[in-house]
């Protein structure tokens, strides 16, 4: 009877991000099967656990909008031997990032004050609610990232790519018609 | 193809030099860049087209000439020169290169009109650019959509000036220049107002076509061409020696 | 609209008619056109677009480029301070916080009056007696508090600078030590003279014996420049001085100009006569406008003397004169052949190079650009003799040396030495105590730690163009760096990609550290940023760059090191501090409503 091979631990979270990336990501269909049997998935969408522990290898979809997801983008660091961003959000700010050029006060006044057909508008200020930063940050700004797999999102074989090569120990690598930024 | 060309040409080490070991023939007055593209060898470029006088501002071809790091668009070759450019060192600086210009500008891929089209993401691609690596600049750039044909997005220009180029020596209209200092510089058009609709700049101009990243843009294409059949879907910008961009 | 062209018709008529309608002018007309009417108008770029025949876009973007020429209301004040690092340890940041105290106005924004703009500018080369500023281009130095308050007073009342105390500005030489050069008993003709005896192939000879190489940083041979250009095939030669004196810490020709100046003009006169050029610039930096009317007058009186002009000293077909032509705020602009684009009127960005000056310079004819003490040598060399100069200094490096040294030092000013003489000297002359490190060069220099005092000044070990700024063991090298950085981001003229986003990259990283956010990571990348710059960049100013921030890294680590937070990697920006404008908005301060510093 031979020993349980030891599986890679994975963890992935959404931040700033659209869940593109993870919609992607079960574009590999079946190979999702292979990939369990070598891989157990910590915190991610698809087992629900709510805080990450140490992992081999930590996915971040999304860029840093606001505290909390700092907050997440850290304990992903500090708990991941490897960390990936993935797809256009995490890389350089992406979608969100488009009101960087804008100031927070003049976004919060318009959103909340100045929108037509306001009623009694107020800024939400509930402790509970994360507060946003001034600027979207890619998530390499904050923390130091290890790989990156670009793309908005990057296809299910893209990422797929991405795995395998880490997994064999190799340098990921893409190639034309899977790299790509849109 | 190659042969054809080396056979066209008295081969003697008067007039070839290497080209990462290829043999490479050229005639007084072409730069190495030019005689590479004729010999159908490609080197990334940007501000660089064949169409115009070399202008040496972008650095993507760098390229390194009896030992010596040079711009190959305006370094002539010498007979036997030895010249690399497809070695690890000088694609990891393209690579820095082309990192430094996606942080300095706003280049976001997703909902560009040029993308699959461009040569600043495809030459990006062709260099395995993974991240902008640095720290994002996030400018503040103007979009001028004054002119009823053509969309000025100030957030992708490269500053190669193709443009000004363009529109100084073949349009004769001299519409695009550049104004600023160091990382202000900028592109300003011909027109008291700054727009574009105040100009005589029309869609028959050489200067709306040259554009390699998405700053002039014809209004009302959109997306034309579906994913999948854009210039550099269909193939890597460094499988030809200078690329022909669809819908430019 | 027909009434407003006018208003700019009439000064901007005889501008063009005294440049003669010439294109090539038009940074001189800019600048002039500034002078009377305080900016460039939108209506007079109009004007001049129509009378020069030049598409209005080129006239905005050869405005744009240049620091001091505005396309905006800048004031009836315009008002510099000079920001280079000796200013700085001169405390010229608290005079300055003073006067916008004072007169309130924000730097950087014209005040609500439309009455002043304050800003800082680059090095002004009066780092011998600053803190020094320029008001309306006219340069006043040794700046006190109680200096501050009159000016104060001065601005708020309307006083015309012109009217103001004539002590502002009274520039001093400060020569400290002469040598054949500064002690020179030089009479105005005696080169000419000397090259009426000698023609022009034996003075050509004389430089060439002399060994003489180029005193503005680059040292290449004088007699072989000389040589290259006097063969070189076209229809006019020229000869340009290059006298944009632009790298801090650098005012040895701003002492020159004023006080040798007979010694510069003749040696552009035997260069005229050795390579045949009839027309000769001096390209004076903008920041010693306060030059022109003295070096105007030289020239007049040298004409009269017939040392100018037709018929030199009564040699029929040995005609040359020379026209000053003045800059407008870019470093840039003294590298050699981003001086000739300004010279031509256009943005100061450096050619591409092959060909080089000597043979496609100015309006791509020949052309030999030499720097003002290259020059003054030059008539020394024509009088004395090749041999006698290059019996001077050391072998690789002949003949005398003139520094301009300031900082932390009892005598800063002039000091003319042989080449070969030892920092270590030059620090026990001038009065230098407790020197921690010594900048030599300028910001594209080398810093030079108290190991290698004992290193010499010359093209074989420690080259210099003349600056010479101390620093004692009370000031921080990572503040000296960083003070270069700046410089070099503001000044990066933008044409190729390394430079402008790398110095732009290099000042963030360097701001980065001084606000504690640094980690060793910062380093490596640092490094990178070298290997990249000195690799593919398009001229000197890109491939100095990283220099001060190498040197210091590699001779003052502790000054980095007490700024790293001894992580790996650390973020850029304070994480807190990106939450402000939300806690304020919302008028949260409870504990979600932070950030701390984290442990990645």
Redesign the interface.
């Known amino acids: 009877m031979t020993a349980p091979v030891k599986k890679l631990k994975v963890a992935t979270a959404t931040l700033a991000g659209c869940f593109g990336c993870h919609m992607s990501f079960l574009d590999i269909d079946e190979r999702l099967l292979e990939l369990v049997k070598l891989v157990e998935f910590d915190r991610s969408p698809l087992t629900d656990i709510k805080h990450c522990g140490p992992c081999d290898i930590g996915i971040i979809e999304g860029g840093l909008c606001n505290a909390e997801n700092v907050h997440v983008l850290r304990e992903f660091r500090a708990n991941s031997k490897i960390l990936i961003a993935m797809g256009a959000c995490a890389i350089n700010g992406g979608l969100p990032a488009q009101r960087n050029h804008l100031s927070l006060p003049l976004i919060l006044e318009e959103v909340y004050h100045a929108q037509y057909g306001l009623v009694d508008g107020f800024i939400p200020n509930d402790p509970e609610l994360p507060l946003p930063l001034d600027k979207v940050h890619p998530i390499h700004e904050v923390v130091k990232i290890d790989y990156f797999i670009p793309g908005c999102p990057p296809s299910g074989d893209a990422i797929w790519k991405v795995l395998t090569d880490l997994l064999a120990g190799r340098e990921p690598e893409l190639g034309h018609g899977l790299m790509h930024y849109d | 193809m190659i042969e054809a060309h080396i056979w066209s040409v008295a081969m003697n080490k008067d007039n070839t030099f290497t080209l990462d070991g290829k043999l490479i023939p050229y005639h007084e007055g072409q730069t190495i860049i030019q005689a590479a593209i004729a010999a159908g060898e490609y080197i990334p470029h940007l501000c660089f087209s064949p169409e115009f006088k070399p202008h040496g501002s972008c650095k993507l071809c760098t390229v390194k000439a009896n030992g010596r790091q040079t711009a190959s668009c305006t370094q002539q070759p010498q007979p036997g020169m030895v010249v690399e450019s497809n070695t690890k060192e000088l694609n990891d600086e393209r690579r820095v290169l082309l990192q430094m210009l996606f942080v300095e500008g706003n280049h976001f891929c997703p909902s560009c009109e040029k993308s699959g089209n461009c040569q600043l993401q495809a030459t990006a691609y062709q260099l395995e650019m993974m991240s902008p690596h640095f720290d994002q600049f996030f400018p503040d750039r103007p979009v001028d959509a004054t002119h009823p044909e053509y969309l000025l997005d100030f957030n992708r220009c490269i500053l190669c000036s193709l443009c000004v180029r363009a529109s100084r020596d073949v349009d004769g209209k001299n519409i695009f220049a550049l104004s600023g200092r160091g990382i202000k510089s900028h592109l300003i058009v011909n027109s008291k107002s700054g727009n574009l609709a105040d100009t005589d700049f029309s869609a028959a101009d050489k200067a709306a076509h040259v554009c390699p990243v998405g700053v002039i843009l014809k209004k009302r294409v959109g997306f034309a061409i579906p994913i999948g059949q854009r210039t550099f879907d269909e193939q890597p910008i460094g499988a030809t020696p200078h690329p022909t961009v669809k819908g430019a | 609209m027909t009434s407003q062209i006018n208003k700019h018709s009439e000064y901007l008529d005889s501008i063009l008619h005294f440049r003669r309608h010439n294109a090539n002018d038009l940074l001189q007309i800019l600048r002039e056109a500034q002078e009377h009417y305080g900016y460039i108008h939108?209506d007079a770029?109009?004007y001049l677009s129509e009378k020069l025949n030049l598409?209005?876009?080129?006239i905005?973007?050869v405005?744009?480029?240049?620091?001091f020429l505005y396309l905006q209301p800048q004031g009836e004040y315009r008002v510099l301070f000079s920001n280079n690092i000796t200013d700085r340890m001169l405390g010229n940041m608290d005079l300055l916080a003073s006067l916008c105290d004072q007169l309130w106005v924000e730097p950087g924004k014209l005040s609500e009056d439309g009455l002043l703009w304050v800003n800082t500018t680059s090095c002004t080369g009066l780092c011998d007696q600053g803190p020094a500023m320029l008001v309306n281009n006219i340069a006043i130095n040794r700046l006190t508090h109680d200096r501050i308050n009159t000016i104060c007073e001065l601005i708020r009342e309307h006083v015309p600078v012109s009217a103001w105390p004539l002590e502002f500005f009274a520039i001093e030489d400060n020569i400290r030590r002469k040598d054949i050069m500064l002690g020179s008993d030089f009479k105005s003709g005696s080169a000419l003279a000397a090259l009426k005896q000698r023609g022009a192939e034996g003075v050509l000879n004389e430089v060439k014996i002399s060994k003489l190489r180029g005193r503005g940083g680059a040292g290449f041979s004088t007699g072989s420049k000389w040589e290259l250009c006097r063969a070189a095939p076209g229809e006019q030669h020229y000869v340009v001085c290059n006298a944009d004196e632009g790298e801090p810490g650098t005012f040895k020709d701003r002492v020159l100009l004023n006080s040798y100046s007979d010694m510069v003009f003749e040696g552009m006169t035997i260069c005229a006569r050795v390579v045949g050029a009839r027309k000769g610039f001096l390209y004076l930096r903008g920041e010693y406008r306060y030059l022109l009317d003295h070096l105007q007058a030289v020239l007049q009186r040298r004409r009269q003397q017939n040392l100018l002009g037709n018929s030199i000293l009564g040699e029929a077909g040995f005609d040359f004169d020379i026209e000053i032509h003045l800059g407008a705020g870019?470093y840039i602009c003294g590298e050699e052949s981003a001086l000739i684009e300004s010279l031509e009127g256009k943005?100061g960005t450096p050619r591409?190079r092959?060909p080089f000056p000597v043979t496609n310079g100015y309006l791509n004819q020949p052309t030999v650009v030499n720097n003002v003490e290259t020059f003054a040598a030059t008539s020394l060399i024509g009088m004395n003799g090749g041999a006698w100069y290059a019996g001077i200094g050391t072998e690789t490096s002949s003949g005398t040396k003139i520094f301009s040294v300031s900082g932390d030092c009892e005598r800063p000013g002039l000091y003319e030495y042989p080449f070969g003489v030892t920092v270590a000297q030059v620090l026990a002359d001038c009065g230098a105590h407790h020197t921690q490190a010594v900048q030599v060069s300028g910001a594209s220099g080398i810093c030079i730690a108290a190991h290698e005092f004992s290193r010499r000044i010359g093209f074989e070990d420690i080259p210099t163009a003349g600056a010479f700024m101390v620093f004692d063991q009370s000031r921080d090298m990572f503040e000296v760096a960083r003070n270069f950085v700046h410089f070099f981001?503001?000044?990066?003229?933008?044409?190729?990609?390394?430079c402008?986003?790398?110095?732009?990259?290099l000042s963030?990283m360097m701001d980065k550290l001084a606000h504690g956010f640094g980690s060793p990571?910062d380093f490596a990348e640092i490094e990178?940023l070298n290997v990249?710059l000195q690799?593919?960049?398009?001229c000197g100013l890109g491939h100095s760059a990283c220099n001060p921030v190498l040197d210091t890294i590699a001779k003052f680590r502790p000054a980095y090191e007490k700024r790293l937070a001894h992580k790996?990697?650390v973020?850029?920006?304070d994480?807190d501090g990106?939450?402000?404008?939300?806690?304020?908005?919302?008028?949260?301060d409870?504990r979600?409503?932070?950030?701390e510093r984290?442990?990645?």
Request: one cysteine or more; aromatic letters at 10%.
């Open positions: 939108s770029i109009d598409p209005r876009s080129k905005e973007g405005a744009g480029f240049y620091s870019a943005r591409n092959p981001a503001h000044e990066s003229c933008g044409f190729c990609t390394p402008r986003v790398g110095t732009s990259l963030n990571y990178k990249l690799s593919t960049s398009h790996d990697y973020p850029a920006f994480l990106a939450l402000f404008q939300a806690r304020q908005m919302t008028g949260r409870d979600g409503a932070h950030l984290g442990n990645e």
